[in-house]
């Protein structure tokens, strides 16, 4: 089966600066990537995704890039603020009807 | 609009009991998916249901369980529960490819 690696597991970073967390994957059958963000108490909230067409999207201070040939992954978060603090997950899956396959999780500390 | 919704939001049962929680997923939304997410994991997947058919299940034991109903709310089940059962349960809704998912139910088990 799929499986997804994250790394950092913790991130620390000023406020303003940029944070960058990493997946790699391992089946090429996978062809949609989303990324979650959790914060304390609550469910995974789906932030970004990118399907494997395509190499890069970007929305607001988020963007996502996608390396098909290298199977990894990338989340960048731009200008952080106090309230971007939360974990972070990537994940993979084949499409509709297909299971998700879920990182570890980046716990992400903006230091205002 | 109303998201994800599950109940309850949280439980404490004992070794060998059984439980069952419920999620009623987002308007218009026909698949439901049950997730486990063990504290600093990654969730995990359980099971996916479509048009109140099971459509995939994950590594997991017998004693988990799942339904879905004719408006489209689901149940997940867990017999003889153990202490390793203890986690967050994830309910998602989906429409195409993308997961929402709701707040959960955290379930411990003494």
């Known amino acids: 089966g799929e499986n997804v690696e994250q790394h950092p597991s913790t991130l620390s970073v000023q406020e303003g600066d940029s944070a960058v967390i990493k997946c790699t994957y391992s089946?090429?059958?996978?062809?949609?990537f989303p990324w979650y963000k959790q914060e304390l108490g609550k469910g995974p909230q789906l932030i970004i995704d990118?399907?494997?067409?395509?190499g890069e999207k970007k929305d607001q201070r988020i963007a996502v890039t996608l390396n098909k040939t290298a199977k990894h992954f990338s989340l960048h978060i731009t200008e952080t603020q106090p309230e971007d603090s939360a974990v972070y997950f990537c994940?993979?899956?084949?499409?509709?009807?297909?299971?998700?396959?879920f990182g570890s999780g980046t716990k992400l500390n903006v230091k205002p | 609009d109303a998201g994800v919704t599950q109940s309850p939001t949280h439980l404490i049962k004992t070794r060998g009991q059984q439980v069952t929680l419920r999620c009623s997923p987002i308007?218009?939304?026909?698949?439901v998916s049950w997730y486990q997410q063990v504290l600093g994991q990654g969730p995990q997947f359980i099971f996916q249901?479509?048009?109140?058919?099971?459509?995939g299940r994950g590594n997991f034991p017998d004693r988990f369980s799942a339904r879905q109903f004719p408006n489209y709310s689901s149940e997940l089940n867990v017999n003889a529960l153990l202490l390793g059962d203890s986690a967050l349960y994830l309910c998602?809704?989906?429409?195409?490819?993308?997961?929402?998912f709701g707040s959960g139910t955290q379930l411990s088990v003494l």
């Open positions: 089946d090429s059958a996978s062809n949609y």
């Open positions: 998602a809704s989906s429409l195409n490819e993308k997961l929402f």
């Open positions: 249901y479509y048009e109140k058919e099971e459509r």
């Open positions: 990118i399907r494997s067409n395509v």
């Open positions: 994940a993979a899956s084949m499409g509709r009807f297909n299971k998700f396959y």
């Open positions: 308007s218009g939304h026909k698949s």
